[in-house]
């Protein structure tokens, strides 16, 4: 079965890039995403990455996949207050046939220091 | 339009009570989802409907009925539920491919279930 782990909480100085790593178990996913959840809200997509991809940018966020070590990392540059959330690391269970349901990681804490 | 909508936002109820939860989404997604979230845990996948027939059932108590009426609306029926059921249930829908980006899970904002 699938196993997605993350550190539960990651603090920086505003203005600071945050880092936020992801290893998970099922080899045979074809995507892994990132989403963020603010306090009482539910889950707002981030951006996700194909297995065949080893980096993908968009704007502030830099996603890392190394396949052989089926590690992921999401880096946030230049860290605002807004940015403050849980951010989980998902994968899909990819049995082929569609419409799988997603596993997630626990969740990581960013904490924003003035 | 990556909106999916939530019915009630909050919701309170006795456990002899029956409710239902609404979601609804207009963006032509044939895949739709429950999933169940505990205070301070990852959501857990409950229901996935594939083209309005339920095609995962990850083993939920039979107190949980899931409906999906047409193509843009899913209900969760809710029966008898106990104190630990508390949580927020979060509905999300994707389109049907095998492991292409379509498959992206778009997530509403969520139901806070409160079971007295």
């Known amino acids: 079965g699938e196993d997605v782990e993350q550190s539960l909480f990651l603090s920086v100085r505003e203005g600071d890039s945050s880092v936020i790593n992801c290893t998970y178990t099922?080899?045979?996913?074809?995507?892994l995403y990132w989403y963020k959840q603010e306090p009482g809200a539910g889950l707002q997509l981030l951006t996700y990455i194909f297995s065949n991809m080893d980096m993908k940018q968009d704007q502030r966020l830099t996603v890392l996949l190394n396949k052989k070590d089926k590690h992921l990392s999401l880096r946030i540059a230049d860290t605002q207050t807004g940015d403050s959330a849980i951010y989980f690391c998902?994968?899909?269970?990819?049995?082929?046939?569609?419409?799988?349901?997603?596993?997630f990681g626990k969740g990581t804490h960013l904490i924003i220091q003035p | 339009d990556t909106e999916v909508t939530q019915t009630p936002k909050h919701l309170v109820m006795g456990m002899t009570n029956k409710k239902s939860l609404k979601c609804e989404q207009h963006?032509?997604?044939?895949?739709m989802y429950w999933y169940k979230q505990k205070a301070k845990k990852p959501p857990e996948l409950m229901f996935v409907?594939?083209?309005?027939?339920?095609?995962i059932n990850e083993s939920v108590p039979s107190r949980f009925s899931p409906e999906c009426p047409n193509s843009s609306l899913l209900n969760l029926h809710l029966h008898a539920l106990q104190p630990e059921d508390s949580a927020l249930y979060l509905c999300a829908s994707s389109q049907v491919l095998a492991g292409g980006p379509g498959e992206t899970q778009y997530f509403g904002p969520g139901t806070r279930l409160l079971v007295l």
């Open positions: 998902a994968e899909s269970a990819n049995s082929g046939g569609g419409a799988d349901g997603l596993t």
């Open positions: 963006m032509g997604h044939r895949a």
């Open positions: 409907y594939s083209y309005e027939k339920l095609s």
């Open positions: 099922d080899s045979s996913s074809t995507y």
